[in-house]
Nanobody, 124 residues
Framework: QVQLVESGGGTVQSGGSLRLSCAGS????????MTWVRQAPGKGPEWISR????????VYDDSVRGRFTISRDNAKSTVYLQMNSLKPEDTALYYC?????????????????WGQGTQVTVSS
């Protein structure tokens, strides 16, 4: 049974930082790319970053490039999202998603490949 469990969310002031973690189990973590997606209230899912299965290639949406850093530790079956210089518009529920490495970079699979999410709230 695939499980993805996010943690590290919280409330922070504008300009602050948070580090999200996502622990995977029930599958071979190192065989999959991992993506972070966020969803703000009343809006659709927004793809923000992805890291290749070996951790060599990382891609970012323009909205977070230069402020967010994705990384992974396959020995711990964990992917991270370091978020710096946070803005109120970063407020959302953040999900980690496992992705077939052969899929295009912004591909989002079915919800059974998603975690339950962790809430990030940035106050102005």
């Amino acid at each position: 049974q695939v499980q993805l469990v996010e943690s590290g969310g919280g409330t922070v002031q504008s300009g602050g930082s948070l580090r999200l973690s996502c622990a995977g189990s029930g599958f071979i973590f190192g065989n999959y790319d991992m993506t972070w997606v966020r969803q703000a209230p009343g809006k659709g899912p927004e793809w923000i970053s992805r890291i290749s299965k070996g951790g060599v290639t990382m891609v970012y949406d323009d909205s977070v490039r230069g402020r967010f850093t994705i990384s992974r530790d396959n020995a711990k079956s964990t992917v991270y999202l370091q978020m710096n210089s946070l803005k109120p518009e970063d407020t959302a529920l953040y999900y980690c998603v496992r992705v077939d490495p052969q899929r295009t970079w912004r591909f989002l699979p079915s919800r059974d490949n998603w975690g339950q999410g962790t809430q990030v709230t940035v106050s102005s």
